[in-house]
């Protein structure tokens, strides 16, 4: 079976971190562009990070730049996201996701796996 499974989520004070895995299994995520998302309830779920097939392209937006950092580990078919400095507008059900379109640089407008998800709640 083709399954993205996220971990690492939980409950972290304001200023904390936390580091979010996530493993693929059912196929190799060596060529694959990969993301990770986040969602609260009421609202849109919206991209956080991403990076190329090649890792030269990795994107951030504004409201997590310089705090958060993707990562992915081919040999283990593994993709992480560290977040430092988090903030209670951080907390959120976070996903990864992973796009079989090869793309040397940017990011993919749709992605065809999604993990179910792991909640990060920030909060003192």
């Known amino acids: 079976q083709v399954q993205l499974v996220e971990s690492g989520g939980g409950l972290v004070q304001p200023g904390g971190s936390l580091r979010l895995s996530c493993t693929a299994s059912?196929?190799?995520?060596?060529?694959?562009?990969i993301g990770w998302f986040r969602q609260v309830p009421g609202k849109a779920r919206t991209r956080v990070s991403c990076?190329?097939?090649?890792?030269?392209?990795?994107y951030y937006p504004d409201a997590v730049k310089g705090r958060f950092t993707i990562s992915r580990d081919n040999a283990k078919n593994m993709v992480y996201l560290q977040m430092n400095s988090l903030k209670p507008e951080d907390t959120a059900v976070y996903y990864c996701?992973?796009?079989?379109?090869?793309?040397?640089?940017?990011?993919?407008?749709?992605?065809?796996?999604w993990g179910q998800g792991t909640q990060v709640t920030v909060s003192s």
């Open positions: 059912g196929f190799s995520l060596n060529y694959y562009a």
């Open positions: 996701a992973a796009s079989s379109e090869y793309l040397e640089l940017g990011c993919p407008d749709e992605y065809d796996y």
């Open positions: 990076m190329s097939s090649s890792d030269k392209t990795i």
